[in-house]
Nanobody, 123 residues
Framework: QVQLVESGGGLVQAGDSLRISCAAS????????MAWFRQPPGKEREFVGA????????YYTDSMKGRFTISRDNAQNTVYLRMNSLKPEDTAVYYC????????????????WGQGTQVTVSS
């Protein structure tokens, strides 16, 4: 079983960049497909994208392409989400999630979740 802890959120200004992290504890991090989601205030949770266990394949939903980059460091048991040119509408709680194995990088079926980190973008 893997445990996930997000960090790095905070208050930033529109146009800034921010990298948030998700540290995993437990065995075999390199065997997990990792994903990022976000939940804006008062809205449904959104799928940002996912990264394969090896890091070779990364998927983004269309609306997240271009400004968001997912990466991972299996030696550090950490997955990252870098966000550029932040906008007020990027304000959300950002969650990472994990599922064991190499699987389709879709929005459903992740077994393990972090507690989230708040990102607030001021205009």
């Amino acid at each position: 079983q893997v445990q996930l802890v997000e960090s790095g959120g905070g208050l930033v200004q529109a146009g800034d960049s921010l990298r948030i992290s998700c540290a995993a504890s437990g065995p075999a991090f390199s065997m997990y497909t990792m994903a990022w989601f976000r939940q804006p205030p008062g809205k449904e949770r959104e799928f940002v994208g996912a990264i394969a266990p090896s890091g070779e394949n990364v998927y983004y939903t269309d609306s997240m392409k271009g400004r968001f980059t997912i990466s991972r460091d299996n030696a550090q048991n950490t997955v990252y989400l870098r966000m550029n040119s932040l906008k007020p509408e990027d304000t959300a709680v950002y969650y990472c999630a994990a599922d064991l194995g190499s699987r389709p990088m879709t929005a459903t079926g992740y077994r393990y979740w972090g507690q989230g980190t708040q990102v607030t973008v001021s205009s």
